[in-house]
């Protein structure tokens, strides 16, 4: 019908095989190393992880191995640093190449987890960055990321504030607090909900590792949830589970860090305004010395799309009372699609 | 056929076609066919023109497989897709000639921009087989700065899914001033916090050390996110037509940058943002597909100043965020200003030139809703996704 084609000039076979099918893999030591200040270990791990209806669904991971027990918790255990900490996590994948991309965190390319722009770790490597900013972020493993993210291959990671109180940051010369800004009984929290949102497609859970990576059609381009969770709750307890549930003193401040780690566009609703505080690791501070151009909002509806972060203040309710927040996934391609709901509690104490 | 035979055909079909309100100078829609009107227009008109074709074509994918499509293409020049980056200037007037080769009707749209008599941007075009009326022209005022998306509207989405689609980028007349640099939109339509953002980028002691922006440079990338369902590709090719309706029946199994995935993207000038620290570069991207997208760029987060909604409303940002990532909804253009800063996470004491690690730093930025980085059902990282390069210091 057309004789027009738009072609692409044939690629460099060697670079081409680099970039995704054989991606460089090795143990290098750590450029630049630095005696760190927060140490952490992780080690690839699979578990299964049980759904609303009772199913059992293989997931993969990352333990710390210097723990024993720690290979139950899914998602992977926080990583919690504070502003300025020189950081090292060794990671060791076990079984094939995995890395960690530290969602977020800005260091060099050899420690940002990438496989086409640094390498694959093969036996262990040892991580350095240093913690700049305060805020919510998380840390994934960067292979095949399409299946290793969905498989599970993540875990939160928070960047407190150098003060080491309940705070999201800590106020800098020049902020503005209590007018525009964030009000003076904030930045300071007494409870902390931390809510990662996934959805779980079951026939993924059934590939290897490097399934679909060197060409075969795998079909993953269909992504058909079944499964919603929170932090690793299944959608029917997480109005209970003490991972979800968030208690707080009646009227004192609570900050709920939200994270999307699905595969659906998510429709968060609150009953009430909350205050938006902090959006992928950046605080919504403003400040002339920084540049005029940010500050906090107060909404009651929030979209969160693949990766994004927020961090929310809101007064924990009267005792006995709850706040419930009602989080809707989006099909990615059928907007107007819910695939699935969970709902989430700030209860008052 | 010389050009004023050419206009003149296309100028008195867009009569015949539409049909609705006269336009002595949009020259659109219900141009009564005075032929006498018309000649003056055109004697009149001494500004720039474009001339834009539309052709059916072969899309060769990343996995070599090719799939039917639309493109645009600049007159007498190969049809791409995107269609090529159009640069206006603010406040002059072009006359766009569109000529469709392609079998199938299509329109020549671009929301948010209008004629000099101030009517929406809009033309239909017959296929080539009624070569009368495959052919329009129509005015086009360069009213407003910022980004534009041109498209096929006629079925929409599915014309502008199915490839034709291109950024139109009004700049102002001359360079605006502000800080150590330039800014994009004239400082009395930037909200103050646009400006603010502009102004305080290159100032010593502030967070962005370095230059300011500066226009009319390689410091700007247009990336428009599309994405492919085979399916509908061949239903075209076969003489069918896939509705507006079926819109939400979308499975794309491809997805592109500036129509290149993966590899290709990532070894193209165009795709690929390129400075040393301190040289901060305005991104411009859209999605023309009807998956939502989430583009998330490592490295540096980015600070997102204006929206274009899909009707081409814009929106400049009087809170500006500093995010890793963003959302694109179909149709939408975003603004962001990737800033070049030192990478924040390198510990202080390890930063170049004192250091192992040296430049250049490669980066990449990707769609996190990982569906999006395969091509054909698999093949990791084939989808979107480009680099981005940090080459050196700041050389000042
Ligand atoms: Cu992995
Ligand atoms: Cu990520």
């Known amino acids: 019908m057309t004789d027009i084609i738009i072609s692409h000039p044939a690629h460099d076979p060697a670079a081409f095989d680099e970039f995704g099918c054989h991606v460089y893999a090795a143990s290098p030591s750590t450029p630049d190393k630095l005696t760190p200040t927060k140490r952490f270990f992780r080690q690839v791990s699979s578990w299964n992880v049980t759904m609303a209806d009772g199913k059992s669904v293989p997931f993969w991971g990352f333990k710390d191995p210097n723990v024993s027990g720690s290979d139950s918790p899914w998602p992977s255990k926080i990583i919690r640093v504070n502003v300025g900490d020189i950081v090292h996590c060794n990671m060791k994948p076990s079984k094939g190449t995995h890395t960690i991309h530290w969602h977020g965190i800005e260091p060099t390319p050899m420690n940002d987890g990438v496989g086409h722009t640094s390498f694959e770790v093969k036996s262990e490597y040892t991580y350095q960055w240093q913690a700049s900013t305060a805020g919510t972020y998380f840390y994934h493993c960067h292979k095949n990321t399409v299946l290793h993210f969905e498989m599970g291959m993540y875990g939160i990671l928070i960047v407190d504030p150098k003060s080491k109180t309940k705070k999201l940051y800590d106020p800098e010369e020049g902020d503005k607090l209590g007018d525009a800004t964030i009000p003076a009984r904030y930045p300071a929290y007494d409870a902390e909900g931390i809510w990662c949102f996934d959805d779980v497609d079951p026939r993924w859970h059934l590939y290897d590792h490097d399934a679909g990576i060197c060409g075969e059609d795998i079909g993953m381009d269909r992504f058909e949830p079944k499964y919603f969770l929170c932090s690793g709750v299944p959608s029917n307890k997480t109005l209970t589970d003490s991972r979800t549930l968030v208690k707080a003193k009646a009227g004192s401040p609570v900050l709920l860090r939200i994270v999307n780690a699905s595969y659906s566009e998510l429709r968060i609703t609150f009953p009430k305004d909350v205050l938006v505080a902090e959006e992928d690791g950046r605080v919504f501070r403003t400040n002339p010395l920084r540049g005029n151009f940010s500050k906090p909002f107060w909404t009651r509806t929030l979209n969160l799309s693949t990766a994004q972060r927020y961090s929310v203040f809101l007064d924990a309710p009267a005792a006995g009372r709850s706040c419930d927040v009602k989080t809707e996934f989006l099909h990615w391609c059928d907007y107007n699609r819910v695939q699935g709901t969970v709902t989430t509690r700030v209860l008052g104490t | ?396």
């Open chain 2, 1 to 396: 056929m010389k050009r004023r035979s050419f206009l003149k055909r296309g100028l008195l079909s867009g009569a015949v076609a539409a049909g609705a309100a006269v336009s002595p100078l949009g020259l659109r829609q219900g141009f009564a066919g005075d032929d006498d009107v018309l000649e003056d227009i055109l004697d009149d008109f001494e500004g720039p023109e474009i001339r834009l074709d539309i052709d059916d074509v072969k899309l060769e994918l990343i996995d070599g497989k090719r799939v039917f499509m639309w493109a645009f293409g600049l007159h007498d020049d190969a049809p791409t897709i995107p269609g090529p980056v159009l640069r206006l200037e603010q406040g002059k007037t072009y006359l766009f000639e569109i000529r469709n080769r392609s079998t199938s009707r299509h329109s020549f749209t671009i929301p948010g921009m209008v004629s000099p008599d101030g009517l929406a941007v809009h033309v239909e075009l017959e296929g080539k087989d009624d070569s009368d009326n495959s052919r329009k022209s129509i005015l086009v005022l360069a009213k407003d700065c910022g980004a534009f998306l041109y498209q096929d509207a006629l079925n929409a989405p599915i014309g502008r899914v199915m490839g034709l689609h291109g950024f139109c980028v009004v700049e102002p007349k001359e360079n605006i001033t502000v800080g150590n640099g330039n800014i994009p939109y004239p400082t009395s339509v930037a909200p103050q916090a646009v400006t603010s953002l502009f102004e305080t980028l290159g100032l010593e002691g502030s967070v962005f050390p370095g230059n300011g922006w500066k226009a009319k440079s390689d410091r700007e990338r247009e990336w428009i996110f599309n994405s492919v369902d085979p399916r509908w590709c061949d239903r075209f090719e076969q003489g069918q037509v896939v509705s507006a309706g079926e819109a939400t029946d979308f499975k794309p199994r491809y997805f592109t940058l500036n129509g290149n995935s993966g590899y290709d993207a990532a070894h193209d000038h165009d795709c690929v943002p390129t400075g040393t620290i301190g040289q901060p570069l305005i991104l411009r991207t859209a999605n023309a597909g009807l998956a939502w997208h989430s583009p998330h760029i490592h490295g540096n987060h980015v600070y997102e100043f204006s929206r274009r909604s899909a009707k081409g409303e814009l929106r400049l940002h009087d809170n500006i965020r500093e995010i890793d990532t963003w959302t694109m909804p179909p149709g939408e253009i975003a603004e962001l200003l990737l800033p070049f800063k030192m990478p924040p996470d390198i510990p202080l004491s390890k930063r170049p030139p004192n250091a192992q690690e040296k430049f250049p730093y490669s980066f990449p930025m990707h769609c996190h809703n990982e569906i999006s980085q395969t091509s054909g059902g698999g093949s990791y990282p084939m989808g979107l996704v480009t680099d981005w390069v940090i080459t050196g210091p700041y050389k000042g």
